[in-house]
């Protein structure tokens, strides 16, 4: 499909198996069409630009859609130039970025807004499940995990000024050469956000995050544990600032600390299967810089509950309840149901493991 200043609405289509020369394999978006597509499937399309999907100064709404094994050069499932599409409950799975940047997602000089979006086992040079370049989306409630690069970015790739706004991510189980979960250079300065890295690897440098070039992300209420070889990498004179998160291996800032986070469950051979919550004793549950309530338009979390599930009084002062963040991507909540030993929402044999070991443990004693 070519829409040329067009604005179609398309809904439950399929896109499969079709190619372009150059442009949007399975939909090509030129010169301010603004379409509205949901519920649609981009499977096994090819171009140069934007295997499933490429936006050229355009700007769609994107809803509850699939891009799964679209391969191009530039944004395997997607390709947006010049253009700042709505992205929203949308899943990235399987695509390829051959010899180029964005597996999942590629986005040059625009400011596209993607929410609730998955991007899995996504592939390419730069950018396994998204690279920008430039580009400043706003990347909020998404995970990406299982994605590789072969050089930069296993997760997320951000270059040439490029400033992503990352709120409420997990990047697991991403690969790559240099950044592992995310790669940052020449002058890119994203701003990270309850974020969670964990299981990410890196070649040489930088499971977690690496930054090159001039680039200084500012990391804030965060979790980077369990990456290889480590967190953090600064390649250069500029440090990224990192505040109230929970690095191992430590780094310098104000309420940062270096200790087992206690997810639930991070033992999991397949990363996908990883549950990234918080237990009932982690340290960086009510760790983090409530001052972000402030500037939080809907304080949610990855799964989309309230922040500051705990509300603490403070007696004698007068200024009544304090409210504390979490770090990471999760918001501890315990469910309150009988049996949810260790508070995931769901009662299994999980927690029936953690009761019969609470139970030999007091029988050895």
């Known amino acids: 499909m070519y829409n040329y200043q067009s604005s179609p609405t398309v809904t439950n289509c399929l896109f499969t198996e079709n190619s372009a020369k150059t442009d949007g394999g399975g939909m090509y978006n030129y010169n301010n069409s603004t379409q509205t597509v949901s519920n649609c499937t981009f499977s096994g399309n090819s171009a140069r ?5 490429y936006n050229y100064n355009s700007s769609p709404t994107v809803t509850d859609c699939m891009f799964s094994g679209n391969s191009a050069e530039y944004g395997g499932g997607m390709g947006n130039l010049y253009s700042s599409p709505n992205v929203t409950n949308c899943e990235f799975l399987n695509n390829d970025a051959i010899g180029g940047d964005g597996g ?3 986005n040059g000089h625009g400011s596209p807004t993607v929410i609730n979006c998955a991007f899995e086992n996504n592939t390419a040079t730069l950018g396994g499940g998204m690279c ?5 989306p706003m990347v909020t409630n998404c995970m990406f995990s299982g994605n590789s ?16 706004t990352v709120t409420n991510c997990t990047f697991v189980g991403n690969s790559a050469r240099y950044g592992g979960g ?31 070039y001039n680039s200084s992300p500012t990391v804030t209420n965060c979790i980077l544990w369990g990456d290889e070889p480590n967190e953090i990498y600064d390649h250069g004179t500029r440090i990224t600032t990192v505040n109230y998160s929970d690095i191992q291996g430590g780094w310098f800032g104000m309420g940062n600390i270096d200790v087992d986070p206690c997810f639930v469950d991070a033992n999991n051979p397949d990363p996908n299967l990883w549950n990234l919550r918080l237990k009932p004793d982690s340290p960086c549950i009510d760790a983090g810089d409530s001052t972000l309530l402030l500037t939080l338009p809907v304080p949610l979390d990855l799964d989309g ?3 500051c599930f705990d509300v603490v009084a403070i007696p004698n002062t007068g200024s009544g309840p304090l409210e504390f963040l979490d770090m990471g991507a999760y918001e501890f909540q315990c469910s309150g149901i009988a049996g949810d030993v260790n508070c995931d929402g769901v009662v299994d044999f999980k927690d029936l493991a953690i009761l019969c070991g609470n139970w030999l443990a007091r029988t050895e004693s």
């Open 49 to 53: 630009y934007g295997g499933g999907m």
């Open 104 to 106: 999942g997602m590629m």
């Open 132 to 136: 920008n370049f430039p580009s400043s």
């Open 149 to 164: 690069a072969e050089y930069d970015g296993g997760g997320m790739s951000n270059w040439d000024k490029s400033n992503p």
């Open 182 to 212: 995310m790669g940052n250079y020449l002058y890119s300065n994203p701003m990270v956000t309850n974020c969670t890295f964990s299981g990410n690897t890196a070649n040489e440098y930088s499971g977690g995050m690496y930054n090159n």
């Open 305 to 307: 509950n309230v922040r």
